[in-house]
């Protein structure tokens, strides 16, 4: 069974510009939450996606959102791209989400803003 | 919100000694413990995970302990290979959905 997916691997933005990265989840799998990691602040919940529905949502300004489609598939889009913005965006998919179900995380996308 | 604890933040052991790292967690409702290993350039990969419900469970060289009465729950590597040398984060989920990470133990196992 393949992994969780995401696109592009790497990216560079200039400030003020938008990005969108992409995650496919593992097949079957129907929830899909992004995280975001620095060297700083660790790994953080950005939000959750289940049946193409925000289902929750961590403390980011809402430059940051994202969709589901009905595939699973999922996006994330930062609008007006700050430097602290600079990060590693990680997708974790699991089969229904919520407590106690095994989230499985993809190998990322790292986006440097300058 | 949940908030979680880890340490030590750095741990270098002998091949074929013993690791333990510990986290702490404040949500009494937190059901839901896994580990992630996490080495470089990847994302990280769950290795083992305890409900609330249990106390105790292991995996070959890794097991993990969970006492909810102190809030804390521990992860053990016995007899270390230099692939164990990783990020390992633990990470609690209260009743909401989010995973609520600690910042990390960076393992280096010395051959």
């Known amino acids: 069974k393949a992994g969780v997916t995401q696109t592009p691997r790497y990216l560079i933005k200039t400030r003020g510009q938008q990005v969108t990265l992409s995650c496919s989840p593992i097949?079957?799998?129907?929830?899909v939450s992004w995280y975001q990691q620095t060297p700083g602040q660790g790994l953080q919940f950005l939000f959750e996606y289940f049946s193409e529905t925000q289902r929750n949502k961590g403390n980011f300004p809402g430059r940051f959102s994202g969709r589901q489609f009905s595939n699973s598939r999922s996006e994330m889009n930062v609008s007006t791209l700050e430097l602290g913005d600079s990060a590693l965006y990680l997708c974790a998919s699991s089969w229904v989400g919520g407590g106690g179900t095994e989230q499985y995380f993809g190998p990322g996308t790292r986006l440097t803003v300058t | 919100g949940e908030n979680v604890e880890q340490h030590p933040s750095t741990l270098s052991v002998q091949e074929g000694d013993s690791a333990v790292i510990k986290c702490t967690y404040s949500d009494s409702a937190s059901n839901y413990f896994p580990w992630y290993k996490q080495e470089l350039g990847k994302g990280p990969q769950l290795i083992i995970d305890i409900r609330s419900n249990v106390g105790e469970k292991k995996d070959q060289r890794i097991a993990v302990t969970l006492n909810k009465t102190a809030k804390h729950f521990s992860l053990h590597i016995t007899e270390t290979q230099p692939e164990d040398s990783a990020v390992y984060f633990c990470a609690a989920i209260p009743g909401d959905y989010k995973l609520s990470f600690g910042a990390g133990t960076t393992v280096t196992v010395r051959a």
């Open positions: 097949s079957g799998h129907r929830s």
